[in-house]
């Protein structure tokens, strides 16, 4: 069984570089035709996809969040990384990472995120 499980700082300041890592057991990133998503829910708001790292190592991005992110990944340690640049108080969340060959078929915990100063 797949299992995903994001990491990563829950407080970081205004106009710092929020970096998250999703950790992947049971199955490897570079499995052929599968696909591995950040996603993120703000407090009161619906889920918001984010990006998308292929098997092939290509990365997609939501347009409205496109300038300020980036998506990498680290095969050696089946991990992929989520680096979301001058967040903003409305960058406050809860961050998941999905995978799967339907790009959701696998999800981890969720990681809360806070940013403030």
């Known amino acids: 069984q797949v299992q995903l499980q994001e990491s990563g700082p829950g407080l970081v300041k205004p106009s710092q570089t929020l970096s998250l890592t999703c950790t992947v057991s049971g199955g490897s990133i570079t499995t052929n035709y599968y696909y591995w998503s950040w996603i993120r829910q703000p407090p009161g708001k619906g889920l918001e996809w984010m990006g998308v790292l292929a098997y092939s190592g290509s990365t997609y991005y939501s347009p409205s969040l496109e300038s300020r992110t980036s998506i990498s990944r680290d095969t050696s340690k089946n991990q992929f990384t989520l680096q979301l640049s001058s967040v903003t108080p409305e960058d406050t969340a809860v961050y998941y990472c999905?995978?799967?060959?339907?790009?959701?078929?696998?999800w981890g915990q969720g990681t809360q995120v806070t940013v403030s100063s």
């Open positions: 999905a995978g799967g060959i339907n790009w959701y078929d696998y």
